[in-house]
């Protein structure tokens, strides 16, 4: 099982916004990264750092931390949002690292 | 621009090992760490190892200690990774990535190579 844990799925209507969640205790100590992913194509690093985009990233993906829970926002989710989500940080070991099980978004 | 090519699709009998590759250009190649990720059909991403700059240091998921063997060639600015003992549970496309990193407390993967299926047979 993964350190890290995420919803399954997550549905959003056209234009609205939807928060996707990852919890786990390293969370404490380390920041999660999140990655895209569309089918037949390789993950794509959509947010870094501290809220950080990548160029070509939209601005209306964002992120932040809680405790040990992490979250990407999507603020107005457009029909192309829909994929699969990871998020990945460094695991509680400190010389592994992780990735979440993975959060599949629709787009309704 | 920073790319990564990983090599061919590849078919193998159960009990072979495979040997795949990732040629990194465009950023300085000894500045950086280069992980291995794998993803089953229909399953999520799953983290294997990693490989220091100079190629004189991995860590491995411990799912596969002593079946993994992460090496780079500076030389060719080559990375590779080979799986022994395959079995069907290792049918999966094997991706290279770059770790680029802020601090000690924020590590990120990118870019990320095409991806390399594999399928294992009986």
């Known amino acids: 099982s993964s350190e890290l844990t995420q919803d399954p799925a997550v549905s959003v209507a056209l234009g609205q916004t939807v928060r996707i969640t990852c919890q786990g205790d390293n969370l404490r100590s380390y920041s999660a990264t999140w990655y895209q992913q569309r089918p037949g194509q390789a993950p794509l690093l959509v947010i870094y750092g501290d809220n950080n985009r990548p160029s070509g990233i939209p601005d209306r993906f964002s992120t932040s931390r809680s405790g040990n829970t992490a979250s990407l926002t999507i603020t107005g989710a457009q029909a192309e949002d829909e994929a699969d989500y990871y998020c990945?940080?460094?695991?509680?070991?400190?010389?592994?690292?992780?990735f979440g099980g993975g959060t599949r978004l629709t787009v309704l | 621009q920073v790319q990564l090519v990983q090599s061919g699709p590849e078919v193998k009998k159960s009990g072979a090992s495979v040997k795949v590759s990732c040629k990194s250009s465009?950023?300085?190649?000894?500045?950086?760490?280069m992980h291995w990720v794998r993803q089953a059909p229909g399953q999520g991403l799953e983290w294997m190892g990693v490989?220091?700059?100079?190629?004189?240091?991995?860590n491995y998921a411990q799912k596969f200690q002593g079946r993994v063997t992460m090496t780079r060639d500076t030389s060719t600015r080559t990375d590779y990774m080979e799986l022994s003992s395959l079995t069907s549970d290792d049918t999966a496309v094997y991706y290279c990535?770059?770790?680029?990193?802020?601090?000690?407390?924020?590590?990120?993967?990118?870019?990320w190579g095409q991806g390399t299926p594999l399928t294992v047979s009986s």
């Open positions: 490989i220091n700059p100079s190629g004189t240091s991995t």
């Open positions: 465009g950023y300085s190649f000894t500045s950086y760490y």
């Open positions: 990945y940080s460094r695991a509680s070991s400190a010389i592994h690292w992780v």
């Open positions: 990535a770059r770790d680029v990193s802020a601090g000690t407390t924020s590590w990120w993967l990118d870019p």
